[in-house]
T-cell receptor
Framework: GNSVTQMEGPVTLSEEAFLTINCTYTATEYPSLFWYVQYPGEGLQLLLKATKADDKGSNKGFEATYRKETTSFHLEKGSVQVSDSAVYFCALRGGKLIFGQGTTLQVKP | EAQVTQNPRYLITVTGKKLTVTCSQNMNHEYMSWYRQDPGLGLRQIYYSMNVEVTDKGDVPEGYKVSRKEKRNFPLILESPSPNQTSLYFC?????????????FGSGTRLTVV
């Protein structure tokens, strides 16, 4: 079946540090890949997506590239801010949306 | 504003007392789904609906019912809630079942069953 594995958190960074959150997937078909963000007390918001191999999704300074050869979709940001503190979910969609366990990011001033 | 609206946001109830969590979307989306989020277990799909009058079980459907009589509404029904259904629930919608479309999520309903 389909599954998503994310790096375990929490990840703690200082403001302006470089962020990488690793995500790998297993899929029986050709999925689309997503990153969602959940701020405290809120629902999940779509951060970015990629629908085919080598596509790069980007939004709000975050980027992720669909790597079919390594079955990965790692999230990166060059300079994090305190306001980026949240839980980040990697997800894939073949039919339904399947989520990774989530990675908590804490950014300190 | 395009959104998914869930009500209530918070609910405390007693074991066995039937309850309904409402979900409505204003985007004319065909696909709707319910998830529950639990610490250590992540997000798990309860039920989904591909369109009006078409519903199907997700990964954890036991103890829940849904209906889809209108395109915009997808209520979640707990006919006899139990403490193991204490959780954070999210309703979501998508333009269709096509893999290229992401979901739009509601703000969540935190349910406590005592």
């Amino acid at each position: 079946g389909n599954s998503v594995t994310q790096m375990e958190g929490p990840v703690t960074l200082s403001e302006e540090a470089f962020l990488t959150i690793n995500c790998t997937y297993t899929a029986t078909e050709y999925p689309s890949l997503f990153w969602y963000v959940q701020y405290p007390g809120e629902g999940l918001q779509l951060l970015l997506k990629a629908t085919k191999a080598d596509d790069k999704g980007s939004n709000k300074g975050f980027e992720a590239t669909y790597r079919k050869e390594t079955t990965s979709f790692h999230l990166e940001k060059g300079s994090v801010q305190v306001s980026d503190s949240a839980v980040y979910f990697c997800a894939l969609r073949g039919g339904k949306l399947i989520f990774g366990q989530g990675t908590t990011l804490q950014v300190k001033p | 504003e395009a959104q998914v609206t869930q009500n209530p946001r918070y609910l405390i109830t007693v074991t066995g007392k039937k309850l309904t969590v409402t979900c409505s979307q204003n985007m004319n989306h065909e696909y709707m789904s319910w998830y529950r989020q639990d610490p250590g277990l992540g997000l798990r799909q309860i039920y989904y609906s591909m369109n009006v009058e078409v519903t199907d079980k997700g990964d954890v459907p036991e103890g829940y019912k849904v209906s889809r009589k209108e395109k915009r509404n997808f209520p979640l029904i707990l006919e006899s809630p139990s403490p193991n259904q204490t959780s954070l629930y999210f309703c979501a919608s998508s333009l269709s079942g096509d893999r290229n479309y992401g979901y739009t999520f509601g703000s969540g309903t935190r349910l406590t069953v005592v």
